[in-house]
């Protein structure tokens, strides 16, 4: 059973829509100059690090079609890779490497993290991989099968009462203690080198996708999509496409209006620390995050996005059930990208705002299958 307080009618009926516009800068801030450089010099690292781990194969791209009004449609299919159901255990994997490559992770150590699920499972699946203890802090309120999915991993699971940006502070005050090394996706003053290589290990999505449309179909997006939690994935993303194409396409930034951290700050010009103003409660577990990776995302996210959307629970929900039926298997949060489209086919301004239309080629990442397997068959009925 879902751990959602409301029932499903009541979720579906919220079809909140906000966005924000924004023109990417043309001189973007100096930390944003500083970040994106060392992102990208990173990139074919990780691009080669992935290329040659043996599970990890190229994920589909998924030709959805022409969408009334917002154009063609393609899906990265990240519930696809190795087995994981999200993207994350990009992250993980090699973000490890790069601890053992500098000298950061011995034999016999212990690597820990605080997850809402998909986080925790990939960090679990490569500390396994590569031999080391894992010890994964959860909040409590985490559903039965997200946590199934982590201790079959092999990983210890530590309960933490409290959200997650309570579950964040615990685990620190925790790993200092017990000398256990943090592998966290989220960044703050201090601590930018782990959450800056899960950033650069996302590219790989991002290149492959971009290959498959141009081999596959001779196209380049104009617009992508990208969900955000803390901003991670979206930094990657925009990362490794500004480097790849010129003129870059847009980059449109998703988040449930129960945690709008990003934009929340873009929309009172934060500093990217400033907290969402809802409960992080809403459907897409995966994004449930009050405050942005403000070290190694926000600054990629405030000076590239051309818009930033906040949607209500009922859109991923009406979002699981319409990519159920093009054959994609979609959780509440992977489905996020795609229900920008659906709630831009119903609003003529916001078309208008996000300059889409029927010629754009739209990018969308679903970012993890159905993690919890009950919920997704209640969504689909
Ligand atoms: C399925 C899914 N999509 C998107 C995200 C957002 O990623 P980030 O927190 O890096 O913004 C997450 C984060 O956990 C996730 O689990």
Redesign the pocket.
């Known amino acids: 059973m879902s751990t959602l307080k409301k029932s499903l009618t009541e979720l579906s009926a919220d079809l909140e829509t906000r966005w924000l516009v924004s023109e990417p800068k043309e001189t973007p801030g100096e930390d944003t100059s500083a970040l994106l450089e060392r992102i990208q010099l990173e990139i074919p690292v990780a691009l080669a690090f992935h290329r040659v781990l043996e599970e990890c194969e190229e994920t589909p791209l998924v030709d959805l079609g022409a969408m009334e009004k917002v154009g063609r449609v393609f899906l990265k299919d990240e519930g696809q890779r190795m087995g994981m159901k999200?993207?994350?255990v990009l992250g993980g994997t090699y973000a490890l490497h790069r601890l053992e490559v500098r000298g950061d992770l011995q034999e016999g150590d212990t690597v820990t993290t605080f997850t809402?699920?998909?986080?925790g499972a990939g960090l679990a699946y490569a500390a396994r991989q590569a031999g080391y203890r894992a010890v994964i802090f959860v909040p409590k309120v985490m559903v039965k099968s997200r946590r199934d999915r982590i201790e079959e991993q092999g990983a210890e699971l530590i309960e933490v009462d409290g959200d997650y940006d309570t579950t964040v502070a615990e685990v620190m005050r925790v790993a200092k203690e017990k000398g256990w090394v943090l592998v966290g996706?989220?960044s703050w003053e201090g601590y930018e080198q782990v959450p800056r290589d899960i950033t650069t290990a996302y590219s790989t999505i991002f290149a492959e996708a971009l290959c498959q449309m141009k081999e596959e179909h001779g196209l380049e997006p104009t617009h992508v999509i990208l969900?955000?939690?803390?901003?991670?994935?979206?930094a990657g993303g925009i990362a490794y496409c500004l480097e790849e194409q010129e003129p870059p396409p847009r980059f449109v930034c998703v988040e449930p209006t129960d945690a709008d951290c990003i934009y929340e700050n873009v929309r009172v010009g934060g500093d990217g620390k400033l907290a969402c103003q809802g409960q992080t409660e809403s459907v897409s577990?995966?994004?449930n995050?009050g405050i942005p990776?403000y070290k190694t995302?926000w600054p990629i996210l405030r000076d590239h996005c051309s818009a930033y959307v906040a949607l209500g629970d009922g859109w991923p929900i009406a979002a699981v059930r319409e990519l159920h039926k093009h054959g994609v298997i979609s959780?509440e949060?992977?489905c996020c990208g795609y229900a920008v489209l659906m709630a831009a086919r119903k609003d003529d301004q916001m078309r208008e705002d996000l300059k889409l239309n029927d010629q754009s080629v739209v990018l969308v990442v679903n970012?993890?299958a159905a993690?919890d397997p009950d919920f997704f068959d209640e969504i689909i009925g």
Request: aromatic share 6%; proline share 0%.
């Open positions: 999200a993207f994350k809402d699920g998909n986080h996706d989220t969900q955000a939690g803390v901003g991670s994935f979206a577990a995966g994004l995050c990776a995302a959780g949060s992977g970012t993890e993690t």
